[in-house]
Nanobody
Framework: QVRPVESGGGSVQAGGSLRLSCTASAFTDNTNCVVWFRQAPGKQREGVAA?????????NYAESVKGRFTISRDNGENMVYLQMDSLNVEDTAMYFCARDPAPCGDSWIWTPRFTFWGQGTQVTVSS
């Protein structure tokens, strides 16, 4: 499919973990930058983590999630994952997967460059 499809959201208590999944048939061409964004009510959409599926591979993280979130890919399953550990209430948001057929670069947090977006999956963290 052209548009990414997310799954794996849910409700957890603070300190818990969740793993989000994102899949798209377009991931097989290895030219995509895949980014997890999130948007909380009343706030702007923000980039959380990015992974480039081409060469050289690379990842990027927002400062707020460094050391807690890990983005990875599974080539065989055509999937990109976001492992979220040590969740806190500030992580509550709708999480979106987006892709752009270009290297991530420094503009991976710039939402207008991404044409292909998933529908989102809700993550709710309670205290």
């Amino acid at each position: 499919q052209v548009r990414p499809v997310e799954s794996g959201g849910g409700s957890v208590q603070a300190g818990g973990s969740l793993r989000l999944s994102c899949t798209a048939s377009a991931f097989t061409d290895n030219t995509n930058c895949v980014v997890w964004f999130r948007q909380a009510p009343g706030k702007q959409r923000e980039g959380v983590a990015a992974i480039y599926l081409g060469a050289p591979p690379g990842t990027n993280y927002a400062e707020s999630v460094k050391g807690r979130f890990t983005i990875s890919r599974d080539n065989g399953e055509n999937m990109v994952y976001l492992q979220m550990d040590s969740l806190n209430v500030e992580d509550t948001a709708m999480y979106f997967c987006a892709r752009d057929p270009a290297p991530c670069g420094d503009s991976w947090i710039w939402t207008p460059r991404f044409t292909f977006w998933g529908q989102g999956t809700q993550v709710t963290v309670s205290s």
